[in-house]
């Protein structure tokens, strides 16, 4: 049996036919194959459906002096048009801190701030009116950049600060001192699904929201607090998500309210899609992110002392900001020992987008800066960057503990790599990367390994907690609902072997429900990784509830103890009686046993002060590994990722499966974001990537020809659902080694003794806004300028066909052309 899909032992009875532990397919992968998934939009429109359109601000930072709508209420089809006027509660949807309007009442904050809703009989007819809209502003002067904030001492949160030991005296004292500016872009989460809302009236003042959003108790909130509701006026529901990535955690909350005002206002259905590119204009992305560090270390690249400054793009308003800021902050240490660290952190206010979660939340920004210092520091001691990586390992029972107070009790990062090293075989691939730039004098090639140790669990400690309820119906099939939301990444298909292990049941008899508040009450976000950990746990103590129920049936009719009655592959068996789990349920029900029970889980020995950014933020970590060889034409700036290998630690996987899927989806969504996909701001604060043909995020053709995926064989120490550890966030870290690859490939112009400045998206186009002026000043001239340095490159260069391309190189002969400018 292939090792990823053999069964891990569980916890339960060591006869028992496992329900978890082994690959099966996705709950609704046929229903996604067959396109008969429903989304909301899929929803079938209720009677007298309306649609609403967002007239969105065109200026950065104004003072809005008038609006005129004539036009818009006169267009075809329009219904009615609402404004912050029609609000009758608060005009707020901000997660944690009230500073994010629905509708801007003053003054407009970024291009894209909705201003008002038009209603009208069709989606195109609310659209085309939505622009019709006149508003006379007096401009007001703009900050448009996380530096230009940081100069100027804006911010939408206190900065925070944490050091440990001597940071100062150390770097002072080092052998070695360094400093430098690292530049890390943002990312939009570019799910496949768009925002979109609809919300229905119901009878004595109700609404019904169908929202595409991972945290339906929030969307909840933001509705009640608009109305000047009661929480029980209003039912959220989710049945699944075209993609989230954080985008919908906390920013689907403005169009569920402007979907529920507007059904509200006009006592009749509201469905607000908005287009790819209103969507863009309008929501917050992954913060990006700039750092000014020092670094002081030893001829063998142990890290003495270090400190570092982030500062982050926050956007408008804080939405989630601090949050990230805080991950970001508990990320920078990643998988080493820092024994002397001071990190700062400012989220700068901007008049751009209010940036917001994305997969990682923080982390992924904070570990990056290590990596890139490390690499740094690799060149500068002439050492090969993994040697120096692992010379800074976090210890297995000294150097073991955080600078947040942490300590790293699980830890196999030693092992993993020495596993990944092996497997990848990164030492003799590496000499192979100098023997092949040694003799080629336009393509490099370049090749890096990187670790993740990456923290499980939200910083808040009350998010830590989930419910579930599990029905047992008289015929024995199984009904589920749980808070946690799908968004693709399996959580209902684990969750339902969960509880089919619970009971011993087979997969086929249990179904899940959609996510709806009126269900599980108070629940947390989908997010930080957590949704099969909370909801896995929650959904099991329900069921096994249900089990010791019947299980104290059975045993009564069969004359033996509870303990002696087994359940398995849908048979229940206790002493000479043997009867399927359907007919038990049967003769249950008709005995009055209960057969339906709630469940509850809270994540245990968490604890955390803010304030002094110290305490156990995270119940486990979860570790890996990837190795990436690239290839570079110096030339134009063009790069292929020859092949990847990537190890990951997901503890005893619940389902191997989707697990290496999540890890496989991740390496590229991660690649995307350190690499291709640029978000780019004009002169006047406007997002000029707001649609596929202006951001470029990865497709079939950037994926490694040979990519080897593989979990790490573990078991979590902490009582995690089955000793299994979360797979959504950290395998987005992996690709940090494309990214150094990239670098290395890049010093190999240098004789790898310089240290590339590279930024990060490191795309093949280069700095967005001197592209962008040379583009203007020279016109057609830039590509004639390209097409000529492509003409000076040696006609026998290796690899280098007539038109430039990137050919192979062990990568099975795929190419790929440079993008054009833009």
């Known amino acids: 049996m292939n090792k990823q899909t053999e069964p891990f032992l569980l916890d339960a009875t060591a006869e028992q036919v496992s329900q978890v532990g082994i690959s099966r397919p996705h709950e609704s992968a046929h229903l996604h194959v067959a396109g008969t998934a429903t989304y909301t939009d899929d929803i079938p429109e209720l009677a007298g459906t309306l649609h609403a359109a967002l007239g969105m601000s065109t200026r950065a930072h104004a003072r809005i002096k008038s609006i005129s709508l004539d036009k818009v209420r006169a267009a075809p089809g329009v219904v009615d048009v609402l404004t912050v006027d029609d609000i009758p509660g608060t005009n707020d949807c901000g997660p944690i801190i009230h500073d994010d309007p629905i509708l801007a009442r003053d ?33 007001l002067p703009p900050v448009l950049s996380p530096q230009a904030a940081h100069e100027a001492g804006s911010y939408v949160l206190p900065p925070m600060h944490l050091t440990r030991g001597e940071p100062a005296a150390r770097i002072a004292s080092a052998a070695h001192q360094d400093s430098g500016k690292i530049h890390l872009g943002g990312q939009e989460q570019f799910y496949l699904e768009g925002q979109i809302s609809y919300a229905a009236p119901r009878e004595n003042d109700g609404m019904q929201v169908w929202c595409s959003t991972q945290h339906p108790t929030e969307m909840q909130h933001a509705v009640c607090h608009m109305l000047g509701w009661q929480a029980h006026q209003v039912l959220v529901e989710c049945r699944r998500m075209g993609g989230g990535f954080g985008g919908k955690e906390s920013q689907s909350a403005l169009f569920a309210c402007c979907a529920a005002l507007a059904a509200w206002k006009l006592m009749c259905p509201v469905k607000l899609r908005p287009d790819r590119d209103d969507d863009m204009m309008i929501t917050g992305k992954r913060h990006d992110f700039v750092f000014d560090y020092t670094v002081g270390h030893d001829d063998e690249g142990h890290i003495e002392g270090v400190k570092v400054e982030m500062v982050s793009r926050a956007g408008f308003s804080a939405d989630l900001s601090g949050p990230v800021m805080t991950r970001a902050i508990c990320h920078f240490d990643n998988a080493y020992w820092l024994p002397n660290v001071q990190i700062d952190g400012y989220c700068g206010k901007t008049n751009t987008q209010s ?11 904070g570990a990056f800066a290590v990596e890139y210092i490390l690499d740094n520091v690799a060149r500068t001691v002439g050492k090969d960057s993994l040697d120096v990586r692992r010379a800074n390992f976090y210890g297995k029972t000294e150097h073991n503990v955080t600078p947040y107070g942490q300590t790293v009790e699980d830890n196999v990062i030693h092992e993993l790599i020495d596993e990944l090293v092996a497997s990848s075989e990164y030492r003799a691939r590496r000499e192979a990367t100098r023997a092949f730039n040694a003799t080629s004098p336009v393509l490099k090639k370049g090749i890096a390994i990187t670790p993740v140790k990456f923290g499980i669990s939200f910083n808040v400690a009350h998010f830590n907690q989930a419910g579930a309820l599990v029905h047992v119906y008289n015929d024995g099939s199984v009904l589920v609902n749980h808070g946690g939301t799908e968004m693709g990444q399996g959580l209902n298909t684990k969750v ?38 909370l909801n896995g746990k929650a959904a099991q103590d329900a069921a096994r509830q249900i089990r010791e129920r019947l299980a104290v049936f059975a045993a009564r009719k069969a004359g033996v103890e509870p303990s002696e009655v087994r359940f398995n592959d849908d048979l229940v068996s206790a002493g000479e009686l043997r009867v399927s789990f359907g007919e038990l349920a049967r003769e249950a029900y008709v005995a009055r046993v209960q057969l ?24 486990y970590f979860a570790y890996g590994a990837a190795c990436s060889e690239v290839l570079v034409d110096t030339l134009t700036g063009e790069w292929k990722l020859l092949r990847a290998d990537a190890l990951h630690d997901a503890g005893r996987s619940l389902n191997p499966a989707i697990d290496i899927g999540q890890v496989e989806g991740a390496f590229i969504q991660g690649m995307g974001w350190l690499t291709t996909e640029e978000l780019w701001w004009n002169k006047d604060g406007k997002l000029m990537t707001h649609a596929p043909s202006t951001y470029k995020i990865p497709t079939v053709n950037d994926c490694p020809e040979e990519f080897n995926v593989r979990l790490f064989q573990n078991r979590n120490v902490e009582d995690s659902i089955h000793r299994s550890k979360a797979v959504g966030e950290p395998p987005l870290l992996l690709p940090f080694s494309v990214f150094f690859a990239i670098r290395d490939a890049v010093a190999a112009v240098g004789d790898y003794r310089i240290n590339p400045p590279l930024k990060a998206p490191a795309t093949s186009e280069g700095d967005p806004g001197r592209r962008r002026r040379r583009a203007r000043s020279r016109g057609a001239a830039s590509l004639s300028w390209r097409n000529d340095r492509r003409k000076r490159a040696p006609a026998g260069a290796p690899g280098l066909s007539p038109l430039g391309r990137v050919d192979g190189h062990g990568a099975g002969g795929r190419s790929r052309r440079a993008p054009p400018l833009r």
């Open 107 to 139: 003054v407009v904050q970024f291009i894209g701030q909705p201003v008002f809703i038009v209603v009208a009989t069709s989606h195109d007819a609310a659209r085309r009116a939505a622009r019709l809209g006149t508003i006379d502003y007096e401009d």
């Open 355 to 365: 940036n917001t979660a994305f997969r990682g939340f923080g982390g992924p920004q």
């Open 496 to 533: 339902a072997m969960v509880v089919a292990h619970e009971l011993g049941i087979r997969m086929e008899r249990v179904r899940v429900t959609a996510t709806d508040t009126s269900k599980v009450a108070n629940t947390s976000a989908t997010a930080a990784s957590t949704g099969a950990d």
């Open 596 to 619: 339906w029970s709630d469940g509850f889980y809270t994540t245990p020995k968490l604890h955390w002060d803010q304030s002094k950014l110290q305490g156990r933020p995270f119940y």
